[in-house]
């Protein structure tokens, strides 16, 4: 089977060029292979490829800068998985997009379920969330998995600006009243190919009609980013002690903290819809971000 991933240098989209591997031939392309700015482009690289599957992990992530760039976030995060679900569909291939907990306004108290009414805060999700309608309008077969706080060993996340401040301050001031669940770039790779795997396959391609659909896809429990990055320096300290010059974690309001974009209070959703569909669950975030340590110190 031939597999379309974009954004391969991304945090999950790196992930998924190793994880997808064993379900076919991967064909990874990143911004110097595909600008998906382009939709002809876009057109051209599918028809190249000719793809059972296309796996959308590129995304306009810079949630602030969105608010002053509107129009480049809904051309990468609106447009361009419009026209990989329409290539999709004209191709008889299936789509797998990825979005966000920011299509939610964190009113809700308690998880977000999948049929929730989405009230994006800001320019970003107000994008992705015209990209997952693009997708559900083009008639593809398809799985829109909404995560949430990605983090993993490399790439642009909360986790490694926190070890880099750590390493260069004595106490880190951090939000304390955002909830949600950090998710291991490494565990939404995982648990796309297993959900890829369990859905019933039928001829030459991927039957996904009977499992298409949105799903929510998180590390289950819930913590403050304040409690994250203590989680993170205490785990670093136990397995590098000394690493850190940092010894405190402040905890600070949103209001003192203040972003171009506002960021949804709750941002916690339910993974119960995955569980039921294809027998998923993500591990508690604790358990994910102790392993991502681990494996960040032991490569080096
Ligand atoms: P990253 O920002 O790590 O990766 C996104 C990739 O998309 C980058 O490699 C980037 O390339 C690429 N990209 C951006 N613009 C273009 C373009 N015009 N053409 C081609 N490629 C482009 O994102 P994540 O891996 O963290 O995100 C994966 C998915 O998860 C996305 O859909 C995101 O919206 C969603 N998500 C992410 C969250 C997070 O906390 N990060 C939270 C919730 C959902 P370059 O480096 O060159 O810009």
Not at 77 to 82: E, L, Q
Not at 284 to 295: F, H, I, V, Y
């Amino acid at each position: 089977m031939n597999i379309l991933l974009t954004g391969c240098q991304g945090q999950v989209g790196w992930e998924l060029q190793r994880t997808l591997a064993p379900l076919g031939e991967v064909h990874g392309f990143d911004r110097s292979g595909l600008d998906l700015g382009d939709p002809d482009a876009i057109r051209r690289v599918v028809r190249g490829v000719v793809p059972e599957l296309i796996v959308n992990a590129a995304a306009y992530t810079s949630v602030d800068k969105a608010e002053v760039e509107a129009d480049q976030a809904m051309a990468i995060n609106a447009v361009a998985p419009g026209v990989l679900a329409e290539e999709a569909r004209r191709g008889g291939a299936a789509i797998v997009h990825y979005s966000t907990d920011y299509v939610f306004d964190g009113e809700k108290e308690g998880p977000y379920v999948e049929d929730d009414a989405p009230r994006p805060l800001g320019a970003y999700g107000r994008s992705k969330l015209a990209g997952e309608e693009a997708v559900r309008a083009s008639g593809a077969p398809h799985l829109i998995l909404r995560t949430s706080w990605v983090y993993g060993a490399r790439g642009r996340n909360f986790l490694l600006t926190m070890l880099r401040l750590a390493r260069e301050r004595d106490e880190l001031r951090v939000v304390d009243d955002q909830f949600g669940a950090p998710t291991w770039s490494r565990m939404i790779a995982q648990a796309t190919v297993l959900a890829l795997a369990r859905c019933p396959w039928r001829g030459a391609g991927p039957d996904l009609f009977a499992a298409s659909g949105t799903y929510h896809l998180s590390a289950e429990g819930r913590t403050s980013w304040h409690g994250f990055a203590r989680a993170i320096l205490e785990r670093t300290a136990a397995l590098e002690p000394g690493a850190l010059r940092a010894r405190r974690v402040v905890a600070i309001g949103s209001a003192d903290y203040p972003t171009p974009a506002a960021r949804p209070r709750n941002s916690v959703l339910s993974n119960a819809k995955l569980r039921r569909a294809f027998g998923i669950a993500l591990p508690a975030w604790e358990d994910s971000l102790g392993r991502c340590l681990e494996d960040a110190v032991h490569a080096g």
